[in-house]
């Protein structure tokens, strides 16, 4: 069962507006949030996260927001760039033990930005 | 730049016959991470090593072992490859203490199994 869910596939915005991308999760457990950006042939670059503690994080362009009580988390990227356009991860933490934390990922939403 | 490196970036090998996937960070991290992913999937966690401390996931399969012979290595053995198992493997790092839920991964070793 996903514990992490991304439920749009893919997502196509306009140059200049806001992209939003949704992430929903099962386990009360999870307690820090991470977005992960990933292009083709290429790994999976940090983005932003966000801890349960908090509900919002702002690093220049993208915020993460996060509902604890909904379990529902979103990334909001403003403006949209051109080189926006990638694979947009979201990753929820649980510690796994002495200095280490299990990531479980989301499906991955596609995000294409039309110049 | 403090990186993670995966070597090679592609590999094809035969049905059956043994793999080696390399992995080294310059980034003085204690814990490194083997994922793999599928086409359209979820990364999904193999292993981890804790410094020398090994944790392996209760679904990941025998076939599939790692070794970490010191702080800046880490290896993917797969000791028969099936078809099953061609995807990405990506190899992660994070470090103790401060931002220590962040981990920063490689780019990846996208395996072919004829």
């Known amino acids: 069962d996903q514990q992490v869910k991304q439920n749009s596939p893919s997502l196509s915005v306009q140059e200049g507006r806001i992209s939003i991308l949704n992430c929903d999760y099962t386990?009360?457990?999870?307690?820090?949030f991470l977005w992960y950006k990933k292009y083709p042939a290429e790994g999976p670059t940090f983005l932003i996260s966000i801890s349960s503690i908090k509900d919002k994080n702002e690093d220049g362009r993208f915020t993460v927001f996060l509902n604890k009580s909904a379990k529902h988390l979103s990334l909001h990227i403003v403006p949209s760039q051109p080189g926006d356009s990638a694979v947009y991860f979201c990753a929820a933490s649980e510690h796994s033990g002495a200095g280490s934390y299990q990531l479980t990922f989301g499906k991955g939403t596609k995000l294409s930005v039309i110049p | 730049d403090a990186m993670v490196i995966q070597n090679p970036r592609y590999q094809v090998t035969q049905f059956g016959k043994p793999v080696t996937l390399s992995c080294s960070q310059t980034?003085?991290?204690?814990?490194m991470y083997w994922y793999q992913q599928k086409s359209s999937q979820a990364p999904k966690l193999l292993f981890h090593?804790?410094?020398?401390?090994?944790?392996n996931e209760a679904d990941t399969p025998d076939n599939f072992q790692s070794r970490r012979p010191n702080t800046s290595f880490c290896f993917l053995d797969i000791r028969s490859p099936g078809l099953g198992d061609a995807a990405m493997y990506l190899c992660?790092?994070?470090?103790?203490?401060?931002?220590?839920?962040?981990?920063?991964f490689g780019p990846g070793t996208r395996l072919l199994v004829l």
């Open positions: 980034l003085n991290h204690n814990v």
């Open positions: 992660a790092t994070s470090r103790v203490g401060w931002d220590q839920e962040t981990q920063y």
């Open positions: 090593y804790y410094d020398k401390d090994f944790n």
């Open positions: 386990n009360s457990m999870f307690d820090y």
